[in-house]
């Protein structure tokens, strides 16, 4: 990127990339974590309107504001960083297997314990 002032020249590199939530990505987070009922059980568990809500789901969506994506960070963890992420770390995408592996493995062992009975 160059910037003209005058007869002065900067040409500015390396600066930091603005992040920006990708809406579709987001709501396909959503709307697999939830199939049915998905503006109502993200209402809930974000503690925001259903509306608010259902227009991360619509076609023309604006991003969530910083204190709901931090409150989502909390509540869905790795994945959703995952999510949100361009480029994911390393790091982000072994934590968001583990904690996926973790939950299959409770629900494997759900089930096993209902064989039982």
């Not at 040409?11 to 809406?23: C, E, G």
């Not at 939830?34 to 789901?57: C, I, N």
Request: include cysteine; charge should be neutral; glycine fraction near 4%.
């Amino acid at each position: 990127m160059t910037i003209s002032c005058g007869n002065d020249t900067q040409i500015l590199r390396n600066r930091p990339q603005v992040l920006s939530v990708n809406m579709d990505r987001l709501a396909a987070f959503f709307r697999d974590l939830y199939p049915t009922g998905t503006a109502a059980q993200v209402a809930s568990d974000l503690s925001v309107s259903l509306r608010t809500a259902e227009g991360w789901l619509g076609s023309n969506p604006s991003a969530p504001r910083a204190a709901v994506i931090l409150t989502a960070i909390t509540v869905y963890g790795p994945a959703f960083l995952v999510t949100l992420l361009p480029d994911t770390p390393d790091w982000l995408s072994e934590a968001a297997q583990n904690e996926e592996e973790a939950r299959v493995r409770a629900q494997i062992d759900r089930l096993k314990a209902r064989l039982k009975r």
